[in-house]
């Protein structure tokens, strides 16, 4: 069963710095791009960061540029996403996803292209 699993949220103070892990079982990430996504209450999904299946490529959202960094380890089947100087606005459910790469240095940020879902991690920045 192929599943991700993400891990690390929780209430953070403004200005934070917490990071956030997407673990994978049932298959193997090594060939699949990976993309992070969040979504605050009221609002559309959107699109925060991606990295390729050869890692070489990165993509982030204007508002998280600069502030977050997402990284892969294959050999521990597992996506990261660092994240820094958290805002109050930064505050929304975090989810990774997963789709098998049509080349090695794809990484679309549109939730449409993905294929298999976390089932997210609650990110509350606040004092």
């Known amino acids: 069963q192929l599943q991700l699993v993400e891990s690390g949220g929780g209430l953070v103070q403004p200005g934070g710095s917490p990071g956030l892990s997407c673990a994978a079982s049932?298959?193997?990430?090594?060939?699949?791009?990976i993309g992070w996504f969040r979504q605050a209450p009221g609002k559309e999904r959107e699109g925060v960061s991606c990295?390729?299946?050869?890692?070489?490529?990165?993509d982030y959202a204007d508002s998280v540029k600069g502030r977050f960094t997402v990284s892969r380890d294959n050999a521990k089947n597992t996506a990261y996403l660092q994240m820094n100087s958290l805002e109050p606005e930064d505050t929304a459910v975090y989810y990774c996803?997963?789709?098998?790469?049509?080349?090695?240095?794809?990484?679309?940020?549109?939730?449409?292209?993905?294929?298999?879902w976390g089932q997210g991690t609650q990110v509350t920045v606040s004092t």
């Open positions: 996803a997963a789709v098998a790469a049509t080349y090695p240095g794809w990484c679309p940020m549109s939730s449409s292209e993905y294929d298999f």
């Open positions: 049932g298959f193997t990430l090594e060939h699949f791009t």
């Open positions: 990295i390729s299946s050869s890692g070489d490529m990165t």
